[in-house]
């Protein structure tokens, strides 16, 4: 990862029914997030594009009027595993939540999905931001910094439980039937504040040896959490200075935990617009706001600032609020936005409902790859995180219109040289 | 499911290694359980089959000494799903405890698996055995007895998540925008002893309705938490008149619940050792007998009968002993043959290595045949469990040399009639 080499690292983020908020409705768009065939069809898409990775968010209740892949989904684990047999290349990665699972299950489930893929798993370690999750586990949602003081010892213990199988433990050797070596495989024997965990694990060391880790959070406990811990981080930028600044300051954390920056990914959230013209662009970007209904973009709004608005009038200017206990993510950089462009509130609406929060790029596939250059040549981010608006006509238009200039200009690779995702990524595997 | 026309369900259970202790030494045998192709290999054949079920079951620590697939494993969510996209019709079923999981996270998976797959979902609901599990979760392993009041909570719960929406509650209005009827979908409010959980599930009514529930216990708690709730049971048999009595035990139990004896399939897990001749069967399982080390067969006798037996000679007779608190059904299974045919601890211990306690049948395709018509004719059995002793070869030669003698026989299906695995088992499709 030299830096007169450095190249995008691209992602693709999956909902079914798009990641605009109606984009479901859009013309030839898929409509549902529980479709196989939608999926591979993404994941096909995502390797003709040399992506480096699929990813899928997830959530822990049925959030009602919000964005209809946050209401009806598949698991991530069962869907990224639907895809292993299908694909070759790409990365597979999602969501599971630290608050809300046991450290043992989870570990399990992301060696075998890594197994399964000959080294394509990825986890969004998230401590779930949405309060409905609680009362779907018998309990009060934890606050926003008990989760990641939860969170931190949790991904110790799945990195232990990854550990604790030596690389040439299983010997399968058919002379003297000995199948594993015990002198290559540990307990863990963790015994920590919120976890005790004996190990080890009934999985082999897989074969990124450890799973890529990746992270969201942006407040302080999820910097540190993703300074320490992360492969990939994800973020939500609405603004070029503040996506400089948070790139340092990821960078820079790292160094305070002994880690190098080029050990982490940054990558932006990014939904493309693309038209033949710029007018074209707007004009598809019109039609699908055309589509977002009021209760829909309100529930998001709220589950994004993490309180109900719906006093404000919505010709008011967005006041100065505080962050809320849930994401600060979304929250900072859409308020700041607002302030800044002096939003009224029904200007953050169409925001949320456009892209749920993160960040716009609309025009001709010139101008998107200029912006994506832009950004990635200023240090505001390693590649981006792309969120097609709708599936699988909005991801197309990138790969075959986006993604070829990116390749011309030597931005991006025209073919897989790695066969597992830290390969793609150029991270070293991990020796135990 | 006329009794004229009563025909066989088979299901294969999948352990990459054999389910032979020593499977993986025979000859062209695989030797790993976390290889793709391989499960990929064993799910094709079995459609070439045309079995109702492939099966994987599970366990929550690293048993080292045991099984080999028993301490290298997929775990199972993630290994079916894998299998979604390369099959269609074979039904997919897979354990998952009701003691280290949440019954939201649980039902999520598994209607997930059930949307991924059209409706070919089994959920293998077992309460943990292995004591090892407790302290990979920071607790003590409960006592066979209230592990089975948690089942029960946990059943229901499950089932309460995937009846909270209605089969049409996504009606994807492009017109309106409306993606969900919330007049559609209903909170589940459980409020129990064990668990509190609101629901709704975040995900719609999966094409069986439910996912198909397999439940194996044997104990008077696990009978009747199979006789209340579960749509397929697995058994452990040694013996034709105690499996008489276990089938007609389960259906008479069954009516105290109100339900038909015909809603569940019972299916004793089988292991056929195949040979041209019934010589050349014997001299198979001679092979894979001679195989098993000393300590594999110690470690699972002592898993299975949940005590240490070291102290007795190998020559002594198997004396009374009581069941464990860990699994009756092979405790009980094995105990009670070793009494009827006067086993010394040697014969318990080839006994053990041989099929894990499960009964083996070893002779020409006829024969098998032959046996497996007996039993099911004599109401000891709605099909079977069938337990190749190894991976490929083991389950090819059951599915080409005994399957077409049972088609021959009108006692099994020569195609899919159906598309569902509750289609293939003849159950209906719960309303909610």
């Known amino acids: 990862m ?14 079914g029914t798009g990641n605009h908020i109606a984009g479901w409705r859009y013309p030839g768009a898929a409509d549902s997030f ?32 919000a964005h209809p892949s946050f209401l009806v989904r598949f698991e991530p684990l069962t869907m990224l595993a639907a895809l292993a047999g299908t694909t070759t290349h790409v990365g597979l990665g999602g969501t599971a939540s630290t608050t809300y699972n046991e450290p ?19 986890w969004n370690a998230v401590t779930s931001s949405e309060p409905g999750a609680g009362p779907n586990f018998g309990r009060e949602h934890p606050r926003h910094d008990a989760r990641y003081e939860v969170a931190e010892e949790f991904v110790d213990v799945v990195r232990g439980l990854w550990d604790c199988w030596d690389d040439d433990a299983v010997v399968a050797d058919h002379a003297t039937g000995l199948y594993v070596d015990p002198s290559k495989v540990r307990t863990l024997d963790h015994k920590g504040r919120f976890f005790q965990v004996k190990g080890p694990l ?15 959070g942006s407040s302080p406990p999820g910097l540190s959490l993703a300074a320490r811990t992360a492969d990939v981080v994800f973020s939500v930028v609405q603004d070029l200075g503040e996506a400089r600044a948070a790139w340092a300051a990821l960078k820079s954390r790292m160094a305070d935990f002994g880690r190098d920056g080029r050990e982490v990914a940054l990558l932006p959230g990014v939904m493309p617009v693309l038209g033949a013209t710029e007018a074209e662009a707007r004009d598809k970007l019109n039609t699908l706001q055309s589509f977002v209904t009021g209760d829909n973009a309100a529930t998001m709004l709220r589950n994004r600032l993490g309180m109900d608005v719906s006093g404000f009038a919505m010709d008011d200017l967005v006041p100065d ?10 929250a900072r950089a859409m308020l700041s936005k607002a302030r800044r462009e002096r939003m009224t509130w029904r200007d953050l609406h169409n925001l949320t409902g456009a892209a749920r929060g993160h960040w716009v790029v609309c025009g001709t596939p010139v101008q998107v790859a200029d912006t994506l250059q832009e950004w990635f040549e200023a240090d505001a981010a390693d590649g981006f995180n792309i969120l097609p608006p709708y599936f699988p006509g909005g991801f197309d238009d990138f790969v075959d219109q986006v993604v070829p ?11 897989y040289t790695g066969r597992t995702l830290r390969e793609h990524l150029g991270l070293t595997r991990p020796a135990v």
């Open 202 to 216: 009934n999985a082999s060391r897989s074969p990124q040896g450890r799973p890529v880790i990746i992270q969201a």
């Open 104 to 122: 043992y299950n989870l570990a399990r489930q992301f060696a075998s999905l890594d197994h399964l893929t000959s080294g394509r798993a990825a």
């Open 34 to 65: 529980v479709r196989l065939d939608v999926v591979q069809q993404i994941a096909r898409t995502a390797e003709r594009g040399k992506f480096d990775l699929l990813f899928v968010g997830d959530g822990l209740s049925a959030q009602m009027g």
């Open 321 to 330: 609020l505080p962050l809320p206990d849930t994401s600060h993510g979304f």
């Open 405 to 415: 200039i990116l390749q011309a200009r030597g931005l991006f690779r025209t073919d």
């Open 2 to 15: 030299s830096s007169t080499h450095r190249q995008m690292h691209l992602g693709v983020f999956v909902l």
